[in-house]
């Protein structure tokens, strides 16, 4: 497809949002469209599924939880994601596929390879062609959200969070050519200038 797809992983507190925005700077200064996007919350239909998986109240169980974010997956690159590269933008997105491997595979302990398949389904294969992992200590992480309210994924105890991050680095062992893995310690614009370096091949 003619345009770009690119998405930002990272436990909570790694700074994804920080280097969309700057990302996004950049790429518009040199004259490229930019398209923002998220999971879940993409979309209108994605905010509402959003909420339910986010801020609903008691139990949910695993495998409602996995569907519920293929069934926003599904809709955010059916409507918003894909026409956006067949238009030859550049798509940034906050959370994937990888996102759901590593929070639902390795944090709820479902088969990984069900909820990929799941999510490949979701979103007709499509896979980013670059995705940047910003790898930070789950102890670190919490930190950074101090004084915030938590949501229900980021109220998991510390354990779930840690089998988190390993889930990501094994995604990222395994496809080395799609992923990009920074520290997220390291300075705000060393991470930025990392990223413009990897991003630059791909314009």
């Known amino acids: 497809m003619p345009g770009r797809f690119i998405t930002l992983e990272g436990g909570d507190g ?20 930019v398209e923002h996007s998220r999971e879940p919350g993409g979309t209108p239909l994605g905010l509402e599924l959003r909420d339910i ?9 695993p495998r409602a939880e996995a569907l519920l974010y293929a069934a926003d997956r599904a809709h955010n690159i059916a409507t918003k994601v894909r026409p956006a590269i067949e238009r030859g933008e550049i798509v940034i ?12 595979g ?29 790898d930070l200590d789950p102890t670190v992480g919490r930190g ?24 990501y680095l094994a995604l990222a062992a395994a496809e ?11 300075s705000i614009d060393a991470i930025a200038e990392r990223i413009r370096e990897r991003v630059q091949p791909l314009l």
Request: aromatic share 8%; glycine share 6%.
């Open 14 to 33: 790694s700074g994804k949002s920080t280097q969309s925005a700057l990302l996004t700077q950049w790429l518009e200064a040199a004259g490229h469209t």
């Open 53 to 61: 998986i986010l801020h609903r109240r008691g139990y949910m169980a």
């Open 93 to 104: 997105q906050d959370r994937y596929i990888d996102s759901s491997v590593a929070y639902q």
């Open 106 to 134: 390795a944090g709820r302990v479902l088969d990984a390879t069900e909820i990929r398949d799941l999510s490949l389904w979701a979103s007709e294969g499509l896979l980013p062609d670059l995705t940047i992992l910003l």
């Open 144 to 167: 950074r959200l101090e004084g915030k309210k938590y949501d229900r994924l980021e109220a998991e105890a510390l354990d779930f969070h840690q089998r988190v991050r390993e889930g």
């Open 176 to 186: 080395p050519d799609r992923f990009l893995v920074l520290p997220a310690t390291d």
